[in-house]
C-alpha cells in the first residue's frame, strides 16, 4: 500500500514537471509568436524597401514597401533571382554572393550604395541601398534595405536646372537689351537709304539686310519670350482637352501617311488650375521637337495620368535619340543640336512650366527616341 501511494506521488510528480515544460514552451512559442507578428508589423510598415536573399541568390524577404517600390507582388518574386530587379549592365550579381561565400570579406556590406534598380515595368529608378548579413546555424542571409530616390534626385535636377537657368537669364536679357537699340537704328538707316536706291541689285541687297534685321528681331522677342516674368491666365481647364486641340491642329500641319498620333488620355483626370493657352504653346513645342527628330517619319505617343498629387503628361517620339551630355543642356537658351533653329523653344517651354509650379525633364537615349514628362500639380 505504501509503495502504491509511492507510485503514484512519483507520476504525479512527473506529470506535473511535464506540464510545466509544457507551459514553458507553450510561452516560448507565443512570445515567438508575438516577436514575429511585431517584426512583420514593423517590416510591412516602414516606408523603405526590405529584400532579403538566401545563398542562392533566391529571394527569401520582399515587404510591403518592396512591392510598392519595385511594382511586383510578394508572391510574383518569392523565390526568384534576385537579378529580376537589377539592371543587365551590373552583369551577374549572383557572383560577388559566391565570392563572399568563399571569402568571407564584406567588401560592400554595411556600407551604403548609390545605385539603379528595375521596376516591373522595365523602368530603371535610381536608389540608395544598404546591405548586411546574418548567420544562423552555418546558413546566411543577405538583407538589403533600399531607398528609392527618385524624387530627391528629380528635386535636386531641378534646383541645378534652375540656378543654371537663372545665371543665363539674366545674361540673356541684357544681351537683348543691348541689340535691341542698336538693330532699330540700322534697320531705321537702311531703310532710308534703300529708298534713295535705283540700282536693283543694290536694292535687292537692302532687301537681303531687311530679312536677317527681321530675323535678329524675332529672335530678341524670342529672348524677351524667355526671360520675362510670365503673367498666367489661369482657369479651370481639362488637360487631356487641351492636348487633344494641339493634336488637332499638328495633324493638320502633318502629312498624316508620313507621321501618326497616339493618344493615352486618363480618364479621371478632372480639370486644374492652368494657363491652357502656355501649356498648349509648350505640348506643340515638344511635338514638334519630336517630329523634326524623326526624319523619316514615325510615332508620337501621348498619355496622361493621375500621380498622386500632381497630373503626368508623357510625349513620346522614335527619333535619333539625345546624348547623356546633352540631355544636362537641353533646357539652355540658345542650346540646340539642329542644324535649324534658336534652341529658344525648350528653354521657354521650362519657364512656362515653371511658372505653373511643374516640372518637365526628358528622357533619352541615342537612337531609341525621347520622353519629355510634364508633371503639373492638381492644386495651387
Known sequence: MIMEKSEEARLREEIRQLKDILDARNEQIRKLQASE??????LDTVTDAIISIDENHRIILFNNAA???FGYSRN???????NLLIPSRYQNHSRFVKRFLKTKTPHIISKTLSLTAIKKGGEEFPIELGLSYTEIDGIITFTAIIRDVSSQKRIERKLLQSERLAA?????????HEIRNPLMIIGGFSQQIRKSLSDD???????LIFDEIGRLDRLVANLGDFTKQYKLVKRPSDI???ISDVIKIMREIYPSEKYLFDLDLAPDLGEIICDPDKLKQVYM???ANGIQAMDKGGRIRISTLKNGEEVEVRISDEGIGISEVDLLRIFEPFYTTRKSGSGLGLAISYRIIEV???EIQAVSKPGQGTTFIIRLPLEE
Open 285 to 287: 513645342n515638344i511635338i
Open 240 to 242: 487631356n482637352a487641351v
Open 76 to 82: 510574383e518574386v518569392i523565390g526568384k533571382d534576385l
Open 168 to 176: 543665363v537669364g539674366q545674361t540673356v536679357a541684357h544681351v537683348a
Open 37 to 42: 507578428k511585431k517584426i512583420s508589423t514593423i
Open 356 to 358: 505653373h509650379h511643374g
Open 201 to 207: 541689285r543694290l536694292i535687292q541687297k537692302f532687301d
Open 67 to 69: 512591392e510598392r517600390i
